[in-house]
């Protein structure tokens, strides 16, 4: 089970962290990432890592402002997410899958067999 979290209302420029936190399944293996989703629009990937080998996803809007990273300690995904922009308002959700896909695969959201809720982000220009 996933659980997402730290979603809210901010402003352009502004940060925002975002967590996800697994029980039941370690983190640690196969992808794991977040996606977001627009109502009406298609869910689409925001940054996902494959484990082994070692592979980050970015999407092209978010790279450089957004990072995701994961504390193995306490099994918990994060996406920091800064200078953010009013396109960046969706619905997140945090995925997981226990499979190693190719890199040209990552960003695909059929790929994810777990997933969480969504946590919502507005950002006001």
């Known amino acids: 089970q996933l659980q997402a979290s730290g979603g809210g209302l901010v402003q352009a420029g502004d940060s925002l962290r975002l967590s996800c936190v697994a029980s039941g399944r370690t983190l640690g293996t196969g992808s794991v990432g977040w996606f977001r989703q627009i109502l009406g629009k298609e869910r689409e990937a925001v940054a996902v890592?494959?484990?082994?080998?070692?592979?980050?996803y970015y999407a092209a809007s978010v790279k450089g402002r957004f990072t995701i990273f994961r504390d193995n300690a306490e099994n918990t995904l994060y996406l920091q997410m800064n200078s953010l922009k009013a396109d960046d308002t969706a619905n997140y959700y945090c995925?997981?899958?226990?499979?190693?896909?190719?890199?040209?695969?990552?960003?695909?959201?059929?790929?994810?067999?777990?997933w969480g809720q969504g946590t919502l982000v507005t950002v006001s220009s």
């Open positions: 890592i494959r484990w082994s080998p070692r592979s980050t």
């Open positions: 995925a997981a899958d226990p499979r190693s896909w190719a890199y040209s695969a990552l960003s695909d959201p059929a790929h994810c067999t777990y």
